[in-house]
C-alpha cells in the first residue's frame, strides 16, 4: 500500500461508517494518485470551488498586464466605492453586504451595479456570491467574456475544454458557482494550486497569485474552526491544513503533501469530513 492508498482507505471507512453522501474521492499524496467512487462518475456543480478559478483567473489577467488586483475598481467601474479593489471584492473584504438567495441574479435588473451601489462598512469580511460576480464582472471590462479568457490560458491546458459555466441573465459567468466537474477534473485545480500554478512543466497562473489562496488571512469573526480566516478563496483548516469549500461538500483540502478532492451532497456532515481528512492527512 502506498500513501494515497492507505490515506484513501482511511477516509473510505470514515465515510461509510459516517454516512457522509459523498459521491466521490480522489486522493494525492506526492506524486501518489487514489481514488474512490460511490456513484457515477459525472460532472457536478463545484459551488464555491469556483471562487478559486476567478481568483486564478484575476491572477493569469494580471500577468498578461491586464489588472493589477489592487487598483481602485472605480477606475473601471465608475459606480464603485472609490477604495474598493479586485482583491478586496475576492477576499470578501469590501464591506459591502449582499445576502446570498436563491433568486440573487433575477432580483436587480444588474447584480453587479446594485452590489457597487451599496455603502462600504470598509475592510470587513462579508461573504456573498455577489462580491465574486461583481469581480468577474470588473475583470471581464479588461479581458473580455470570462470564461472565452480562461479557455485557452486555463481550461485547455488542464484538459477542460469542454467546460461551460453558467451564466446570468445578463449573459456574464455566474463567477462564485456555475461550473461542473468530475471528482478527478476538480483534483486537477488541486494539483495546479499545490504546485503553485505550475501543470505539466508549464506555468499557468502566477505562483503568487495561488500563494494568495491561502495567505494574507482575513478575520472572519467566526468560533468554528475552520471558518476563522478567509484569503483569496480558501479558508484556513480545520486544524493545520487549509481548503477550497462549496456547498454540499465539494471540496478540495490542502494539508501538507496531500491534497484530498471529494464531490459530495451533503451540506451538513461536510465540516466533520473535512476535520477528519486533516487529521488523517496531517503529516506524520
Not at 494580471?62 to 473601471?76: K, Q, R, S, Y
Not at 467566526?222 to 483548516?237: E, F, I, P, T, V
Request: hydrophobic residues 45%.
Amino acid at each position: 500500500m502506498t500513501p494515497a492508498h492507505d490515506l484513501r482507505a482511511a477516509l473510505v471507512r470514515h465515510i461509510d461508517d459516517t454516512g457522509f453522501g459523498a459521491h466521490g474521492l480522489h486522493v494525492r499524496v506526492g506524486d501518489d494518485v487514489a481514488e474512490h467512487r460511490w456513484t457515477p462518475d459525472e460532472r457536478e456543480e463545484i459551488h464555491s470551488v469556483a471562487k478559486a478559478v476567478c481568483v486564478l483567473a484575476a491572477g493569469i489577467a494580471a500577468a498578461d498586464g491586464l489588472l493589477d488586483l489592487d487598483e481602485p475598481v472605480a477606475g473601471i467601474v465608475p459606480t464603485a466605492a472609490p477604495d474598493v479593489t479586485v482583491r478586496h471584492l475576492q477576499s470578501m473584504s469590501s464591506g459591502i453586504d449582499l445576502a446570498w438567495s436563491p433568486t440573487m441574479m433575477t432580483d436587480w435588473p444588474d447584480l453587479a451595479a446594485e452590489f457597487l451601489s451599496r455603502p462600504s462598512r470598509g475592510r470587513v469580511f462579508q461573504y456573498s456570491n455577489a462580491s465574486t460576480y461583481t469581480a468577474m464582472h470588473v475583470l471581464a471590462h479588461r479581458t473580455g467574456d470570462v470564461e472565452e479568457y480562461l479557455r485557452p490560458r486555463l481550461f485547455a491546458p488542464l484538459g477542460l475544454a469542454d467546460l461551460a459555466w453558467g451564466r446570468c441573465r445578463n449573459g456574464r459567468i455566474l463567477a462564485g458557482e456555475g461550473l461542473a466537474l468530475r471528482t478527478g477534473e476538480m483534483a486537477r485545480l488541486g494539483l495546479l494550486v499545490r504546485d503553485r500554478g505550475v501543470w505539466q512543466g508549464e506555468r499557468l497562473v502566477p505562483a503568487e497569485t495561488v500563494d494568495a489562496l491561502h495567505s494574507a488571512w482575513i478575520d472572519t469573526g467566526s468560533a468554528g474552526d475552520g471558518y476563522r480566516r478567509y484569503a483569496l478563496a480558501g479558508w484556513d483548516g480545520p486544524g493545520a491544513a487549509w481548503r477550497l469549500h462549496g456547498a454540499y461538500g465539494q471540496m478540495i483540502v490542502f494539508a501538507g503533501d496531500a491534497v484530498v478532492t471529494i464531490s459530495a451532497d451533503d451540506h451538513a456532515g461536510a465540516d466533520a469530513v473535512a476535520a477528519f481528512i486533516a487529521e488523517a492527512a496531517a503529516p506524520a
